[in-house]
T-cell receptor, first 113, second 111 residues
Framework: EPEVTQTPSHQVTQMGQEVILRCVPISNHLYFYWYRQILGQKVEFLVS????????KSEIFDDQFSVERPDGSNFTLKIRSTKLEDSAMYFCASSEGTGLVSLFGDGTRLSIL | ELKVEQNPLFLSMQEGKNYTIYCNYS?????LYWYRQDPGKSLESLFVLLSNGAVKQEGRLMASLDTKARLSTLHITAAVHDLSATYFCAGRTGANSKLTFGKGITLSVRP
């Protein structure tokens, strides 16, 4: 069964450093998303991406965040200068475009020291 | 802006008994989703409810949607330990727009 793949599974980074989280969405999917979940809290939307551009973003997704689909298969989330409060589980999701299910990857646990 | 509420945040269930959990949402939601999350794991899609009166069943779980009341319910029949997890509902205001999640309900099934 096709799945969304995320790497790494755990990333530990010093505050102020840049981090790139990687995702390989399902190959025939058209819509891509990043969500985050701070430990013990609900899942929060960050950004959606369609047709090589951002289609929607939340207020969390400020200038420190960026997304890219560099090669037609990977979908990356970059945090330019990490803060302690960026520590969370980051989930990538993709949808085929019918508006049905968004399938989620296993997540990257980001720990900022 | 869509808001999704789930109550309570935690529910202890006795094995073999039936339970219902609820999800309310604040404005028109195009569709309603239920996801399951085990500790430290990803979100597993359980149900997508597309229209008023929609009912879907999978094993011991049955989800329904009442768009007039802006309410979705997840009914658990004869709870078993394997159902212990956190259950999130999420709404969506457009076909491929963002999912807005509730806080989740953590279910714990005791013998």
């Amino acid at each position: 069964e096709p799945e969304v793949t995320q790497t790494p599974s755990h990333q530990v980074t010093q505050m102020g450093q840049e981090v790139i989280l990687r995702c390989v969405p399902i190959s025939n999917h058209l819509y891509f998303y990043w969500y985050r979940q701070i430990l013990g809290q609900k899942v929060e939307f960050l950004v959606s991406f369609y047709n090589n551009e951002i289609s929607e973003k939340s207020e969390i997704f400020d200038d420190q965040f960026s997304v890219e689909r560099p090669d037609g298969s990977n979908f990356t989330l970059k945090i330019r200068s990490t803060k302690l409060e960026d520590s969370a589980m980051y989930f990538c999701a993709s949808s085929e475009g019918t508006g049905l299910v968004s399938l989620f990857g296993d997540g990257t646990r980001l720990s900022i020291l | 802006e869509l808001k999704v509420e789930q109550n309570p945040l935690f529910l202890s269930m006795q094995e073999g008994k039936n339970y219902t959990i609820y999800c309310n949402y604040s404005t028109t939601s195009d569709r309603l989703y239920w996801y399951r999350q085990d500790p430290g794991k990803s979100l597993e899609s359980l149900f997508v409810l597309l229209s008023n009166g929609a009912v879907k069943q999978e094993g011991r779980l049955m989800a329904s949607l009442d768009t007039k009341a802006r309410l979705s319910t997840l009914h658990i029949t004869a709870a078993v330990h394997d159902l212990s997890a956190t259950y999130f509902c999420a709404g969506r205001t457009g076909a491929n727009s963002k999912l807005t999640f509730g806080k989740g309900i953590t279910l714990s099934v005791r013998p």
